[in-house]
Nanobody, 126 residues
């Protein structure tokens, strides 16, 4: 069982930056691939980024590549999403997610993840 709690959202002007954090419970955090997703008003939830267990490999949606960076600190059971050069289109509720098993290697699809945080709102004003 994994419990996830996001923080760090807020209101920022276009071009600004935010860093989201996702604190995970459990002693096996380091064994899980972790992902970030987002859901804008009236839209489906979409993949943003994911990171492998050791943090050695990261993957991004094309819409955020070069602007967002996912990282993790396994000693702190925390995964981060650094968001730079924010645009109004980045406005959404951001969720961190974990797969159903530490053995799983999920990709970018929502159904591959079973554990979700409550989400944190990011609003980018123009």
């Amino acid at each position: 069982q994994v419990q996830l709690v996001e923080s760090g959202g807020g209101l920022v002007q276009a071009g600004g930056s935010l860093r989201l954090s996702c604190a995970a419970s459990g002693r096996t955090f380091s064994r899980y691939v972790m992902g970030w997703f987002r859901q804008a008003p009236g839209k489906e939830r979409e993949f943003v980024a994911r990171i492998t267990r050791s943090g050695g490999n990261t993957y991004y949606a094309d819409s955020v590549k070069g602007r967002f960076t996912i990282s993790r600190d396994n000693a702190k059971n925390t995964v981060y999403l650094q968001m730079n050069s924010l645009k109004p289109d980045d406005t959404a509720v951001y969720y961190c997610a974990a797969p159903p098993s530490s053995l799983a290697s999920p990709g970018s699809r929502e159904y591959e993840y079973d554990y979700w945080g409550q989400g944190t709102q990011v609003t980018v004003s123009s």
